[in-house]
């Protein structure tokens, strides 16, 4: 069971364009394309006469024309047009429409009852869009429940050993982590006073000298996870609440479940030092592509194990309290929503 | 639920020969092949020992020895021979045995009762065995319902978009029909009264002038369609129930239930001009069997999403009438069996 | 359902090493390595933790460490250290450990209730293991339930036509078979005395003249077949009950269920004549890997259509006796289970 009545990221700004992009959402089959003014549109991928996917269509302006047929469905999902054009259009000719906004570099969808579709409950992803700050990232499509994602995101410490041949290291399974869950809010949080940078951050504080260091993971319920990451000179007094005094970065995760054992997976980094320096833009991305890959080799690994061992159960050790707070909302949230 | 007191095709005449051929009709797997005389024999696919299935076996005069342990089955399905050859073989060691009859170019099977099976009412395919016709055609595994075919065939608007890049026309769209159903038949006319045509049929009729153009779609129950199609000069007053005054073809589709969700698709054009011209039958075959290529990818993508909106229905236009009639045929023919 | 509390081959000998290897045996995925002293360990293939394979962990010493968190479990499946290396094991985080053993060549394995497991009661390859013995062989994957190759097995009449271009050949079908079953013990004995020995045996015996040739298939149940060939001269007086006059050999088939249509072969042969023969054995291997695969086309094929053929029965022939009676016995070890 999915929350429904919540947003998702159904892709990127630069995925959807004017050409139809089939995306199956919370098990429900989505053809998203944009208007001539950029108005992203999501309809059931379905045609209304004979459920042929709209995604293989033909764009006509603004509507889409079923390519079996020729009914021609509008953007919000009303046919307007008949095989046979002399034949008026019943009004129950049509497919359902989604509310779709665009927002922070995603277009957004709502799945659920759209009576209830309030675009100011879209999770804030104000440094994917804010002028300050660079924002850049990739898609992944995953085959495994999209909880097992906010559980590997709200628990940095496998980093030692799923990236060990990249980013992962020791001290960051010794630091110790605070977890606080406030409502549909959790967060984790690793602070590491007084240490020696890592190569990555010192090259992009470009100075010397002992840093602050911090982890803290936001979860977004119902399925994204930012993590503010960075380091600050010692001497710069950053602190948990205020760490602007040195170079910052946002992980932005946004998991959309395709179906039960499937999910989207749309990462990036945002960050606010340097950001004018394209070539550092692409070679991120490119290392965080490859950092979540080998994420996504353990998680799909662990849902066939899942599959398979269906007597067995998932434990929770300490460093888990993120996730099980996370997924404690989730329940909640699915709760309320039968 | 299938129609299984009938006669399905089980395979074209030339592809049925002394070894053995596979083939799972309405669900049951069937092995195919041809004793000396030519006879076509159907067997259930399965030795009665240990259900090795008998495709897999050797060909001994008409009769068939399993690979496994060599039981010798005969066409009738019985077995005459025991792996300890000196073993009397109990007359309840059998197989089931289809009736089958090669009739129109096509071997027919009766996959239900046997008693029931009357050759007199195997579909009338005259024109694929008449001397003054010529036919010839091919065969396609497709993905889908056979009904989806039937809707299919049963209403030729969608050439207008499924073939815009062969046969499809506006035309069409715009030509009014005519469906009748009577007892089990069901037929779509499409009259096109003093029109110019189109290259193909210009090209066989072989005379300038203005035309009437015909496409009348039978349906032959439970699961052929058979289409009129042709051109007649307006001067040669062809008529809706005479029409052999110019070229006339008929498109023959005829499809076999494997399982729910997958069928055999034969096809193929019999027409009555240049009859003797094998170097047009050749080039139509391989252009007809590009445009029903078409069909199937259509088909196949409207199957998957049957099956990934279970809560949608289909919806029927004034288009899908002949669809609609021939469906309630089937419905009530299997209602009839049970 | 299988019989869980008895002993099964979980890989050869030279399969297993300090390097885990991943292995479903009836149904429960399992991950076998060794310590450094060469003991045999098999463990529940998901950690305690989250359910990764532990097959995909990092060997340290005699434990293994899970890739995605570091949790460490010992060769008892009990966790030795947590993620955060400074918290403390609770006992209850623990995989589940199986009885392994070791013996003649293979690695054994108890799937059921550990309190039963009683070692006396592994079947008695020693053929396998016996110095005066050579033995080697391999293994398949073969997608079948491990029953049918035991009524394949125990069966020898299929080798004239399933073997028939290597060791099949019509004399085998010929000659008598009595079939005895006394307790969980079935043997089928096929004496053909005073014959021409065909040329593999004629070429081990390096001897001239007519010999009794055997072969005796005990089943060990619930999965293993051993097969008593061999043959030697009418002069040296060899019975059914001691016939080591001439040369002989053990055919090994040791079938592992995976789950309920797929399963382990393990195969091989051991023999008594030329053992110090390396070039012999690794030719002989080849043979016997080539026929092998030749029932593993078959098995593969039949269980195929058992499942496309659910209302149709196997039917037992007298050559099926010995079968028979093995799958009583299996029935009757899976009742006393319940």
């Known amino acids: 069971m999915f929350v429904k009545n919540h947003w998702y990221v159904a892709g990127w700004d630069y995925e959807i364009d004017q050409r139809p992009l089939a995306r199956t959402i919370c098990g429900e089959p989505v053809v998203l394309y944009r208007k001539f003014d950029r108005t992203p549109v999501g309809l059931r991928d379905a045609c209304p006469h004979r459920l042929l ?21 509008d953007s919000d999902g009303a046919a307007v047009e008949m095989p046979v054009r002399s034949e008026r259009v019943h009004k129950s000719v049509c497919t359902k429409a989604y509310p779709v906004v665009e927002r922070h570099r995603f277009v957004w969808i709502w799945i659920g009852d759209s009576a209830l579709a309030d675009p100011s409950t879209i999770p804030d992803f104000w440094p994917c869009s804010d002028p300050k700050w660079t924002f850049d990232g990739g898609y992944y499509h995953i085959r495994c429940d999209y909880r ?39 967060t984790v949080t690793r602070w590491m006073p007084n240490i020696d940078a890592p190569p990555f951050w010192r090259s992009a504080l470009k100075k010397q000298g002992p840093v602050d260091r911090w982890q803290i993971c936001h979860f977004l319920a119902p399925s994204s996870v930012i993590i503010d990451v960075g380091v600050a000179l010692v001497t710069a007094g950053a602190t948990i609440d205020e760490h602007d005094q040195g170079v910052r970065g946002f992980v932005i995760d946004a998991m959309t479940p395709e179906d039960e054992t499937t999910s989207h997976y749309f990462w990036g980094m945002a960050r606010n030092f340097d950001i004018d320096d394209a070539g550092f833009t692409a070679r991120f991305k490119q290392q965080q592509g490859g950092v979540f890959m080998e994420d996504v080799a353990i998680l799909e690994a662990q849902q066939r194990s899942l599959l398979l061992n269906p007597t067995l159960k998932l434990k929770a050790f300490s460093i888990d309290t993120g996730g099980v707070r996370a997924r404690q909302v989730i329940d909640r949230m699915v709760a309320a929503q039968e």
């Open 53 to 73: 996917p709209l995604s293989m269509g033909i764009k006509e302006g603004d509507n889409i024309r079923c390519r079996y047929h020729g009914l021609l469905i």
């Open 148 to 186: 097992l994602v906010i559980d590997n995101l709200m628990d940095l410490s496998h980093e030692t050993y799923v990236h060990q041949g990249s980013i992962g290291q020791h001290e960051i399974l010794n630091a110790p982590i605070e977890t606080n869950a406030t409502g549909n809010k959790v």
